[in-house]
């Protein structure tokens, strides 16, 4: 399968992915800004969700919430997402509709700042604070996500701190800090549109040249600091997290090559064969044959700078102690490290990634985000065609080396969550969040 891709850039730097597709009467918008959390200075954590939001509580001509009203009014769904290293807000509309979404787009990224006021702020500061106790802190293994980046990057690496930030830097934030952050990343020059599904090309030119065309690039942003790191931990990390769950969870981290790198491709098809659907090893291992485990899955962050990590996320059965699952799960590790893996696993990983990636991009939203992924981290949307054949590059020898260097016990991480006792649960019923203990061997 080959996606068609056309591209070009406005003289203000906005890089422009078209994809024409008119399988369906649907057309996607899709627009990365090159901004995440490992953009964020300290005192600051959590700025860069903080802001997802605030784009959506209106512009110069866009009133609070009429974003939503207008796309939802049009036959359309719309959302926003933020991760380490980008912002991604994204709209699919009838194609009918292209108009309305790339003028709502515009007028967010060129007149965001007139429409901002205290009283959004401090709505959109509870709104992500209440967010960060329901979804994190008062979550079954809710804090794994800023626990383990924590854990595998060191600080001050900028994936070190917590995505979405803690309540005291929410709460210094302020109108200027907003000012600051959208004209420094909030840029065209700083940010890729894709429109891919059932449009018009040269009408869709004509209209982001007049919707985005007069918005000024930016004035430059801060370079990231050194984000290289050694190809291992050197050694074992774990932390155990005491918190109100009834079966403990162990993610097991691998400091992995980068996304995009040659040497990602063999990382990705291991974490396949290790935890990729129910056929996979962990899940034929753990969960049907020693009935050790509920779930297993594995998976990369997918990471293009510096290096990336490979997660195992195992949760016991009831009765399977966190000793007896941390043993299980670590045997699984190394008899992938120790014995090597088979071309019918290799073959088996590669199949199903294959899959995926030929239905994902059946669909108009997912297309756009990957195009807008591989425009942000490479420069070049048409690095996407190039995947599935690095994919069928990957030979068992490149597995086994991947396996071999970095899967021992000079790179593993263990994240462990475990059932408090009923003395700690009395203790701290009237308490949120977790205990954590930081052990390094």
């Known amino acids: 399968m080959r996606i068609p891709i056309e591209t070009f850039r406005l003289g203000n730097g906005l890089l422009v992915t078209l994809s024409e597709d008119h399988t369906a009467p649907i057309v996607a918008v899709n627009l990365w800004y090159h901004v995440g959390s490992a953009n964020e200075r300290p005192g600051r954590t959590g700025f860069a969700h903080l802001f997802e939001h605030m784009l959506f509580q209106g512009s110069e001509h866009v009133e609070a919430n009429e974003h939503f009203e207008l796309v939802q009014r049009a036959g359309g769904t719309l959302n926003g997402s933020t991760w380490l290293d980008r912002t991604n807000y994204f709209e699919t509309v009838p194609s009918n509709q292209l108009a309305i979404a790339l003028w709502l787009e515009a007028d967010r990224m060129g007149a965001l700042l007139p429409a901002m006021t205290q009283q959004k702020?401090?709505?959109?500061r509870d709104v992500v604070s209440n967010e960060r106790r329901w979804s994190v802190d008062n979550q079954p293994y809710g804090t794994w996500w800023e626990k383990l980046p924590a854990l595998t990057y060191p600080d001050p690496h900028p994936f070190h701190h917590s995505l979405i930030g803690s309540f005291e830097d929410l709460n210094a934030a302020s109108l200027d800090d907003i000012a600051h952050f959208f004209a420094t990343y909030y840029?065209?020059?700083?940010?890729?549109?894709?429109?891919a599904g059932d449009f018009d090309p040269r009408e869709a030119r004509e209209l982001v040249e007049s919707y985005f065309a007069a918005i000024p690039r930016g004035k430059g942003k801060p370079a990231l600091p050194d984000m290289s790191l050694p190809t291992t931990f050197?050694?074992?990390?774990?932390?155990?997290?005491?918190?109100?769950?009834?079966?403990?969870?162990?993610?097991?981290?691998?400091?992995?090559?980068?996304?995009?790198?040659?040497?990602?491709?063999?990382a990705s098809v291991a974490g396949a064969i290790l935890g990729m659907r129910k056929g996979s090893r962990l899940q034929r291992a753990l969960v049907r044959e020693r009935e050790v485990a509920t779930d297993?899955?594995?998976?990369?962050?997918?990471?293009?700078?510096?290096?990336?990590?490979?997660?195992?996320?195992?949760?016991?059965?009831?009765?399977?102690?966190?000793?007896?699952?941390?043993?299980?799960?670590?045997?699984?590790?190394?008899?992938?490290?120790?014995?090597?893996?088979?071309?019918?696993?290799?073959?088996?990983?590669?199949?199903?990634?294959g899959t995926d990636f030929v239905v994902s991009m059946q669909q108009a939203s997912e297309r756009a985000d990957q195009l807008s992924r591989f425009a942000t981290y490479f420069g070049d949307p048409s690095f996407i065609n190039d995947q599935m054949n690095r994919y069928r590059s990957v030979t068992v020898e490149d597995v086994d080396r991947f396996a071999a260097t970095r899967l021992g016990e000079d790179n593993r991480a263990f994240l462990m969550?475990?059932?408090?006792?009923?003395?700690?649960?009395?203790?701290s019923r009237d308490t949120a969040g977790t205990d954590a203990a930081l052990v390094t061997a």
């Open 187 to 195: 840029t065209p020059d700083n940010a890729v549109l894709t429109i």
């Open 234 to 266: 050197g050694g074992t990390v774990r932390e155990v997290v005491k918190d109100d769950v009834s079966l403990p969870r162990l993610y097991l981290a691998f400091r992995s090559p980068a996304f995009g790198s040659s040497e990602y491709y063999p």
């Open 417 to 427: 969550y475990v059932p408090r006792d009923d003395s700690e649960n009395a203790e």
């Open 296 to 353: 297993a899955a594995a998976f990369t962050f997918d990471l293009p700078k510096g290096a990336d990590i490979l997660v195992v996320d195992v949760t016991a059965r009831p009765g399977i102690t966190p000793e007896r699952l941390e043993a299980e799960v670590t045997r699984e590790i190394d008899r992938m490290r120790l014995d090597g893996v088979t071309q019918s696993e290799v073959d088996r990983a590669i199949s199903l990634i």
């Open 121 to 124: 702020l401090d709505t959109q």
